[in-house]
């Protein structure tokens, strides 16, 4: 592990509420970055899991679905500029 990765890491670890963000900033700079790593592990874990399979299984959705859609689509590609802002501050 890099001494940046460490640094997001160690970050991370200490604000929480930041990890979206940072995993949008390392999306677009870093995909391969240790903390999208353990993230995705995390991810993996929670999918196996029984107890939270409705977040992960399909749903039937309505009409106004690719509105919401695309209001997330927005969002994230502002989270992800904050977030590239974060991992040059940070690592």
């Known amino acids: 592990m890099t001494e940046s990765d460490q640094k997001l890491v160690r970050f991370a670890l200490k604000h929480p509420s930041s990890i979206r963000l940072l995993d949008a900033g390392l999306a677009v700079t870093r ?7 353990r993230l995705y592990v995390i991810f993996a874990l929670l999918e196996a899991d029984t107890h939270y399979t409705q977040y992960f299984l399909a749903r039937r959705r309505g009409p106004l679905y690719l509105l919401r859609v695309g209001t997330i689509g927005i969002a994230a590609m502002f989270k992800a500029l904050v977030g590239i802002i974060l991992v040059k501050v940070v690592g």
Do not use: F, K, Y
Not at 31 to 37: D, G, I, K, Q, W
């Open 31 to 37: 995909p391969h970055a240790e903390l999208r790593r």
